[in-house]
């Protein structure tokens, strides 16, 4: 019962997890593995090629691979730092709108909807920066 008790863990919180976690594992399995495999056969295929017809210039243009793989690593890293910033920006307005319906007799009876819309606008309007 105490899990339920720590902020980290409330209804809204574990109602986001669930959205962007399941989507996240369906797009790892799905359609990026089969454009990670079709990537990997167009490379293979693209240096076989090029080998046999001019191995001089292939060479010259694998050394510059080691750079593709620095600039796309990199690529992958800014795009997930931007991704963990609007998940939890994600979560904190599940959180306010989970609590905010399950509260609404309160809410209306307090007149707060007006607050708690503006709250919940506050903390989407954050993963737009």
Not at 68 to 76: K, V
Request: net charge negative; with cysteine; proline share 2%.
């Amino acid at each position: 019962i105490s899990y339920f008790d720590d902020p980290n863990n409330n209804t809204g919180a574990l109602c986001t997890h669930l959205s962007t976690e399941a989507s996240a594992v369906q797009g790892a399995t799905g359609i990026r593995l089969g454009i990670l495999l079709q990537s990997f056969c167009s490379f293979v295929g693209g240096l076989i090629i090029g080998f046999i017809f001019s191995w001089q210039l292939t060479l010259l243009i694998m050394a510059f691979i080691p750079l593709l793989i620095a600039g796309g690593f990199l690529e992958s890293r800014l795009i997930t730092g931007f991704s963990s910033k609007d998940e939890k920006a994600l979560e904190n307005a599940g959180k306010i709108a989970v609590e905010t319906i399950q509260n609404i007799r309160t809410v209306v009876q307090l007149t707060k909807e007006d607050y708690f819309y503006e709250e919940y606008s506050k903390v989407l309007e954050i993963s737009y920066r």
